[in-house]
């Protein structure tokens, strides 16, 4: 597979799971309307909150990490062509 196949793939990817984490935050704000006044309720509502931001923030960094790998794949392959 060729480094810029590898960057398209990691670009849609990327739009694809962030497009999901949006979906899920529409989700939630349903969700907290639908509790609203219900503290217990709304409770669970934060926790799920916090979790998706957790999911996210996991997420961001694997994405970071993964797109360092490529940097270090494409510096490689400049070096290497010199």
């Known amino acids: 597979m060729e480094i810029l196949d590898i960057e398209f793939e990691f670009e849609r990817v990327k739009r694809e799971i962030f497009a999901r984490i949006e979906r899920l935050k529409e989700r939630w704000k349903i969700l907290w309307e639908k ?8 409770a669970m509502a934060l926790k799920v909150m916090l979790d998706i931001q957790l999911v996210e923030m ?16 494409k510096n490689k392959n400049i070096i290497e062509d010199e």
């Open 58 to 73: 996991e997420v961001l960094d694997n994405l970071k990490e993964f797109e360092q790998k490529i940097n270090n794949i």
């Open 35 to 42: 509790c609203a006044g219900n503290l217990e309720a709304e």
